[in-house]
């Protein structure tokens, strides 16, 4: 008979134990635990005017973007007027560390900063205490090489450059040509050819041609219309006018 009193104890307890625990799981406390995820989903509110560029320096026409440098420009308004506040994160895709654009000191809506590592692709955000574009993913050019001229060529005054360069797999949207010492030609079709008149070589120096291949990112919805960011790879190659 004790036994079974005992037992009986012994089970009474043991419901009263679990109907707490029940009422633990359920109540409006629970949901406060440090690892509930009370973050309201990040608004996209598509009132940030942004355009800008980024450039992939390839002085040495690499094949490999892990050892290259990105340099990014944007500038932000919202309605026509200067946005001086706002939050710009690029994050390299695969995952790197992320970079953070800062406002110049003379104009603080123009942002700029740079990031080593170069993989096709980036993320973007931009916020503001009242406004947030969202994750916006932007693509540029695949890297590629100048052929000509090649490295170390004498080249005859009277002579036109002939540059060319390889033309990789995947959308373009233009391509310039320039040499260090001033000529520049913009919005070529990316022929992958183009003759750079001799009137424009300077005698007796040592200059260098600069092709860059753009890709243009529309960054509407996450942005305002029109909002478009440029990335551009720039490869070079050095030459001699005789």
Not at 17 to 44: E, I, M
Not at 131 to 158: C, H, N, Y
Request: net charge negative; charged share 15%.
């Amino acid at each position: 008979m004790k036994r079974l009193l005992l037992f009986m104890v012994m089970l009474m307890v043991m419901v009263m134990v679990a109907a707490c625990g029940d009422d633990t799981a359920t109540s409006p406390d629970a949901a406060l635990a440090p690892d509930a995820d009370l973050a309201p989903d990040a608004t996209v509110t598509g009132t940030l005017s942004v355009n800008g560029s980024c450039v992939v320096n390839n002085p040495e026409n690499q094949t490999a973007g892990t050892v290259l440098r990105v340099s990014c420009e944007l500038r932000v308004t919202r309605a026509g007027v200067p946005v001086p506040n706002a939050i710009i994160q690029f994050n390299p895709a695969p995952p790197a560390f992320q970079t953070v654009l800062v406002g110049e000191a003379l104009d603080p809506s123009h942002y700029v900063g740079t990031y080593m590592g170069y993989f096709d692709t980036a993320k973007l955000t931009i916020s503001t205490p009242e406004d947030e574009t969202g994750e916006l993913l932007v693509r540029g050019p695949k890297l590629f090489v100048v052929e000509q001229p090649q490295p170390g060529i004498l080249l005859p005054t009277a002579a036109p450059l002939h540059v060319s360069w390889s033309k990789p797999e995947g959308s373009v949207d233009s391509a310039d040509v320039a040499l260090a010492s001033g000529f520049l030609v913009e919005d070529l079709p990316d022929p992958g050819v183009y003759d750079v008149p001799a009137a424009e070589l300077v005698p007796s120096s040592l200059d260098e041609v600069q092709v860059t291949r753009w890709r243009v990112n529309p960054l509407a919805p996450g942005a305002a219309p029109g909002s478009v960011l440029e990335f551009g790879v720039r490869s070079s190659q050095a030459f001699q006018v005789l």
